[in-house]
T-cell receptor
């Protein structure tokens, strides 16, 4: 299947800091999605991107669909403790392929 | 807000037994999906379903797996003869349209095969 490389694998940050994570692939995708998953729960959609170059915000979250259509990034500004969780990117081609996840820990 | 629901939340079964995982997708959605996530690993696509038939499936979705929409609301995943390596979280998702449309996930069923 398609490989989505997500980095960093884990992050430990202080509350109030900004966070940046990204997802890259050797394949072109038509759609990029970013999900957050809390332990024992299903992924929850954060942001959906449908066009190359698209930059979309959802509160403190901002994500961009890379111009090459092979990458996307997610930024979280002014992190808070409830931002803790695992963040997954997902790219859609014939089906959705998920990245390996970025585990975020926010230290109060 | 409409949401995808799944039952049971946790299923424990003996190896070789059949299990059926149930999902109720969002009511106006037409496309349905099953994913699994082995503990500590990424979410993996299993199958997509539209108009009462499978539209895509991954190499994981072998003859042990089947899906069904037995009525207007439920969408089920059956594993005929469970193996230890089937232990995982199974997520159902639904979307209004197909390619590129946002998929909304259920809370998952944790399957433990002993």
């Amino acid at each position: 299947g398609q490989q989505l490389n997500q980095s960093p694998q884990s992050m430990f940050i202080q509350e109030g800091e900004d966070v940046s994570m990204n997802c890259t692939s050797s394949s072109i995708f038509n759609t990029w999605l970013w999900y957050k998953q809390d332990p024992g729960e299903g992924p929850v959609l954060l942001i959906a991107l449908y066009k190359a170059g698209e930059l979309t915000s959802n509160g403190r979250l901002t994500a961009q669909f890379g111009i090459t259509r092979k990458d996307s990034f997610l930024n979280i500004s002014a992190s808070i403790p409830s931002d803790v969780g695992i963040y997954f990117c997902a790219g859609q081609l014939d089906q959705f392929y998920f990245g390996t996840g970025t585990s975020l820990t926010v230290i109060p | 807000e409409p949401e995808v629901t799944q039952t049971p939340s946790h299923q424990v079964t003996q190896m070789g037994q059949e299990v059926i995982l149930r999902c109720v997708p969002i009511s106006n959605h037409l496309y349905f999906y099953w994913y699994r996530q082995i503990l500590g690993q990424k979410v993996e696509f299993l199958v997509s379903f539209y108009n009462n038939e499978i539209s895509e499936k991954s190499e994981i979705f072998d003859d042990q797996f089947s899906v069904e929409r037995p009525d207007g609301s439920n969408f089920t995943l059956k594993i005929r003869s469970t193996k230890l390596e089937d232990s995982a979280m199974y997520f159902c998702a639904s979307s209004e349209a197909a390619h590129g449309d946002t998929q909304y996930f259920g809370p998952g069923t944790r399957l433990t095969v002993l």
